[in-house]
């Protein structure tokens, strides 16, 4: 899989793209991540991205015209993939695990990190193909959303978890679901004891034990 990111603020991705689960699926070539400056395809002198918004009001807002140039530009270095362009805004659809798994599927993935007051409205009734948000609150950008979501996803690809049966029975797999709590070693910690369900040895005990806190409530 490729993935690209568009974005003003590029070094907030160094840290959270090279380390763990997502240096390993980079490495074994499972996926390649490319962060890309959006004022790269800027014209002026000053690679100016924004500007204030028609009608006025406060802040800046993200200029349709480079995002739109980098989308091409991006899009016709890949041949013939299965596509799809993502902008992360409180607008979009909520983010859900049966997103990530959708998004894992395709070979080309184009994010859009929106900033400052917002991005220019054509941008997601044109050029874009969903338009994410990963919960109702306010962030300062489409930088950490756009983490979040790769790395969800990625870790749906085959072969980056190692072990295959990893995603096959965890928190989300269908509706409602949440993985069951673990426990490891000591059998005791500071008079708190695992419990003995786990230490019976009755694998279908436990099976029926784990399977109460499939549809339990976050506490």
Do not use: C
């Amino acid at each position: 899989m490729q993935i690209d990111i568009l974005t003003l603020f590029p070094q907030m991705f160094s840290g959270p793209l090279t380390e763990s689960i997502l240096k390993r699926a980079q490495d074994q070539n499972l996926v390649n991540i490319a962060v890309h400056d959006l004022r790269a395809w800027t014209t002026d002198p000053h690679h100016t991205a924004d500007d204030r918004p028609y009608g006025g009001g406060p802040g800046m807002v993200m200029l349709v015209e480079p995002i739109d140039k980098a989308l091409n530009d991006l899009k016709s270095k890949i041949q013939n993939p299965k596509s799809r362009v993502i902008l992360t805004s409180p607008r979009g659809a909520r983010f859900t695990q049966a997103k990530a798994q959708e998004l894992a599927t395709y070979d080309h993935l184009i994010f859009i990190a929106g900033h400052y007051e917002g991005v220019d409205q054509r941008v997601a009734d044109h050029l874009v193909d969903d338009t994410i948000s990963i919960g109702d609150y306010v962030l300062t950008g489409g930088e950490l959303p756009i983490m979040v979501i790769v790395d969800a996803l990625v870790r749906l690809i085959p072969g980056v978890l190692g072990d295959p049966t990893s995603t096959a029975d965890e928190s989300f797999k269908t509706p409602g679901y949440l993985e069951y709590p673990q426990y490891t070693r000591p059998e005791i910690y500071r008079g708190w004891p695992v419990p003995k369900m786990l230490l019976s040895g009755d694998h279908a005990a436990i099976s029926a034990w784990r399977s109460t806190y499939s549809t339990s409530s976050r506490k």
